[in-house]
Nanobody, 123 residues
């Protein structure tokens, strides 16, 4: 499994960004796809997750109503649309995958990772 994340950048408070995660290597229909983030000095946290089949999305409380996870099966790509960005959203964002629908928020539960993409929100 290969995951390639992109789309980070610098944005002002209140702005928007869309992250992309291109997946390859196998069929992902039974996979859970997650977006994690890690801010300096903090632990990596799960911010959004969905099953590749399109059901059962999860959002961390801190991003509910602002972030949306989605996927384009034809492009084998998962997206994270981030709106109303805040300075506290500044972090390196990672996409990850696991071949199980058992719910977990722990990074160790995801064996496949893309490289991080930096998101910086200026105040």
């Amino acid at each position: 499994v290969q995951l390639q994340a992109s789309g980070g950048g610098l944005v002002q408070t209140g702005g928007s960004l869309r992250l992309s995660c291109a997946a390859s290597g196998r069929t992902f229909i039974s996979y859970a796809m997650g977006w994690f983030r890690q801010a300096p000095g903090k632990e990596r946290e799960l911010v959004a997750r969905m099953y590749w089949s399109g059901d059962s999305t999860y959002y961390a409380d801190s991003v509910k109503g602002r972030f949306t996870i989605s996927r384009d099966s034809a492009k084998n790509t998962v997206y994270l649309q981030m709106n109303s960005l805040k300075p506290e959203d500044t972090a390196i964002y990672y996409c990850a995958a696991r071949s199980s629908k058992t719910f977990t928020t722990t990074p160790s539960g995801y064996p496949y990772w893309g490289q991080g993409t930096q998101v910086t929100v200026s105040s």
